[in-house]
């Protein structure tokens, strides 16, 4: 049996499976409860309080990539302000080292598919620090038109 899905905050193992499939993360009812948050699929009705709680970095993008939340570990890890950044295009004005086919591609491709999808990818960004890499869960959700980008990084 193989892990699929952890909890982002406590790392409980919260789903396996017979076959290997990407690692994704969510949260496990003792987290959710602790912080009045919600489930990742719900995180259009978080609220910005809520989204900063989260221990991972969180983007979400609308189907043309713009940015529509953004939360305060997202902004740690790449040393810009939400205000700075919620409205603007994430793949060429925000992040433009992102705009390659390993990663936009990658989008694109979600957002054409009429069901719920999710993609995982690691990817080395370029931070104004320095490269880090990251370990990324695209979730598209087709009913909101929005791709959240949930993110950790892992070195």
Same mark, same amino acid.
């Given at each position: 049996?193989?892990?699929?899905?952890?909890?982002?905050?406590?790392?409980?193992?919260?789903?396996?499976?017979?076959?290997?499939?990407?690692?994704?993360?969510?949260?496990?009812?003792?987290?959710?409860?602790?912080?009045?948050?919600?489930?990742?699929?719900?995180?259009? $009705?978080?609220?910005?309080?809520? @989204? !900063?709680?989260?221990? =991972?970095?969180?983007?979400?993008?609308?189907? &043309?990539?713009?940015? +529509?939340?953004?939360?305060?570990? $997202?902004?740690?890890?790449?040393? @810009? !302000?939400?205000?700075? =950044?919620?409205?603007?295009?994430?793949?060429? &004005?925000?992040?433009? +080292?992102?705009?390659?086919?390993?990663?936009?591609?990658?989008?694109?491709?979600?957002?054409?598919?009429?069901?719920?999808?999710?993609?995982?990818?690691?990817?080395?960004?370029?931070?104004?620090?320095?490269?880090?890499?990251?370990?990324?869960?695209?979730?598209?959700?087709?009913?909101?038109?929005?791709?959240?980008?949930?993110?950790?990084?892992?070195?």
């Amino acid at each position: 049996m193989h892990v699929v899905v952890v909890c982002a905050w406590c790392q409980a193992v919260l789903e396996r499976a017979e076959d290997p499939k990407p690692l994704s993360h969510g949260m496990c009812l003792d987290c959710v409860r602790s912080t009045d948050a919600l489930a990742f699929e719900a995180l259009g $009705e978080f609220s910005q309080t809520q @989204l !900063d709680a989260l221990p =991972v970095g969180i983007i979400e993008l609308d189907r &043309e990539g713009r940015i +529509c939340l953004y939360n305060r570990r $997202e902004a740690e890890y790449s040393g @810009l !302000d939400r205000a700075r =950044v919620v409205g603007k295009r994430f793949f060429t &004005e925000v992040a433009p +080292c992102t705009h390659v086919a390993e990663f936009h591609g990658r989008f694109e491709q979600l957002v054409e598919a009429r069901e719920p999808k999710r993609e995982h990818l690691d990817f080395l960004f370029s931070f104004a620090s320095g490269e880090r890499m990251a370990s990324i869960s695209m979730n598209w959700d087709p009913g909101r038109e929005r791709v959240t980008l949930i993110v950790e990084l892992t070195d």
